[in-house]
C-alpha cells in the first residue's frame, strides 16, 4: 500500500492544472454571465466543482496517512458525485435547443450541440462508470486510486473542449483555418496523450479505466459529424423535447 501511496504523493499538486484550465475555460461562458444562468446550470457547475476540488484534497490525505478523513470526505465524495451525474443529464438536452436557435453562431455550428448531446452523455456515463468502480475496489488501494484518477478524464472534457476553442473567440468565429472541428482535432488528441502519459507514469497504460477513458474521449472527435445527422437530429429533438424548458 505504501509504494501505491508514493506514486499519487504529488497528486494534488497536477490537480491544480485542471482546476486553472476550468477557471479559464467557463470564464465567459459562465462565471461572466452567472446572474444571468439558470439554477440547474448553478446546481452543476458548484457540484462540478466540488467535486474537483475534492479530487485534488483526497490524494493529500491518502499520501500523508490521513486516512479515517480520507473516507470520511470519500462518502461526502459519493453525493457529489450523485449531483454531478444527475445535474449534468438535466442540461443535456439545452444542447438540443441550443442547436435549434443556432445559439452558438457564429463560433459553432448548430451540428455541434446536437452532437454534445451524445457525446456529453458518454462522458458522464464514464464519469459515473468510474466513481462506481473506484466505490467498488475500495479496499483495494491501486484499482481504487486509478479509478478515481480516472474520473477527471470523463468530468474534464466539457472545461477541455471550451479551453481548445477560446481561438475561436479571438478570431472572430469562423475562420479559413480555424473552426470548431479544427479545435477538436488539435484539443483531442493532445488530452489522449496526457491521458497516456499518466497511465505510462503510474505503470498503468493498459488498465480499463485509462482504455476507457482514451475511448470516451476519443468519441468527442466526432461530435460535429454525428450533430450533421439528420435522423438522430429528429430522434435527439423527440426525445430531449418534453424535458426543455423552452418551446421549440
Known amino acids: 500500500m505504501k509504494n501505491v501511496l508514493n506514486q499519487y504523493q504529488n497528486a494534488h499538486k497536477w490537480m491544480l492544472i485542471p482546476w486553472i ?32 476540488a475534492l479530487l485534488l484534497y483526497q ?48 463560433f459553432f455550428p448548430d451540428s455541434f450541440f446536437y452532437g454534445l448531446v451524445f457525446t456529453e452523455t458518454i462522458q458522464i456515463v464514464g464519469f459515473g462508470f468510474a466513481v462506481i468502480m473506484g466505490v467498488i475496489n475500495s479496499k483495494k488501494t491501486e484499482e481504487h486510486a486509478i479509478w478515481m484518477i480516472s474520473s477527471l478524464f470523463f468530468g474534464f ?16 468565429g469562423q475562420t479559413n483555418w480555424m473552426d470548431a472541428q479544427t479545435c477538436l482535432n488539435i484539443g483531442i488528441p493532445l488530452f489522449i496523450m496526457v491521458v497516456l502519459l499518466i497511465g505510462y507514469r503510474l505503470k498503468k497504460l493498459k488498465h480499463p479505466a485509462i482504455l476507457l477513458s482514451i475511448l470516451f474521449v476519443f468519441i468527442m472527435l466526432f461530435t460535429i459529424p ?3 445527422l439528420e435522423w438522430y437530429r429528429e430522434l435527439v429533438t423527440r426525445i430531449m423535447k418534453p424535458t426543455i424548458p423552452w418551446n421549440l
Do not use: C
Request: aromatic share 18%; charged share 10%.
Open 59 to 106: 490524494p493529500y490525505l491518502a499520501t500523508h496517512g490521513k486516512i479515517k478523513q480520507h473516507r470520511k470526505w470519500g462518502m461526502i465524495g459519493l453525493f457529489l458525485a450523485g449531483s454531478v451525474v444527475f445535474s449534468a443529464l438535466s442540461i443535456v438536452p439545452t444542447n438540443v435547443y441550443i442547436g435549434a436557435v443556432d445559439g452558438g453562431q457564429p
Open 21 to 52: 484550465i476550468i477557471i479559464i475555460a467557463f470564464t465567459p461562458q459562465y462565471f461572466m454571465s452567472w446572474s444571468t444562468e439558470p439554477w440547474p446550470y448553478h446546481l452543476h457547475a458548484l457540484s462540478a466543482m466540488a467535486w474537483f
Open 157 to 172: 472534457m466539457p472545461a477541455w473542449a471550451r479551453f481548445v476553442m477560446f481561438p475561436l473567440l479571438f478570431l472572430d
Open 226 to 228: 454525428i450533430g450533421e
